[in-house]
């Protein structure tokens, strides 16, 4: 059973900062690509950062400059460093991992509210 489970989210203030951590129950972690996405209210869910099994990065153009998103593979853990928030970063985000050949996990989902 594969479990992504997502930590971190919170209320933060305008221009400030959170850290939300991923950790994968995942045999093989180093394999998957993994990602953070998000769902704000009453919208789709969208991609905010990928990191590929190599460290490749890519970001959405609204969050490029003030998100950062990297993989630990030793703890199966990927992280998305979030500053400079801004209230439409207001969003559950979650956890993706894919798998070379097609699979896809989503974790559970964690609440991120910007707002003073």
């Known amino acids: 059973q594969v479990q992504l489970v997502e930590s971190g989210g919170g209320l933060v203030q305008p221009g400030g900062s959170l850290r939300l951590s991923c950790a994968a129950s995942?045999?093989?972690?180093?394999?998957?690509?993994m990602g953070w996405y998000r769902q704000p209210p009453g919208k789709e869910r969208e991609l905010v950062a990928r990191?590929?099994?190599?460290?490749?990065?890519n970001y959405a153009d609204s969050v490029k400059g003030r998100f950062t998103i990297s993989r630990d593979n030793a703890k199966k853990t990927v992280y998305l460093q979030m500053n400079s928030l801004r209230p439409e970063d207001t969003a559950v985000y979650f956890c993706?991992?894919?798998?070379?050949?097609?699979?896809?996990?989503w974790g559970q989902g964690t609440q991120v509210t910007v707002s003073s």
């Open positions: 993706n991992a894919a798998h070379p050949l097609g699979s896809r996990y």
């Open positions: 990191v590929s099994t190599g460290g490749s990065t």
């Open positions: 995942l045999s093989v972690f180093n394999i998957y690509a």
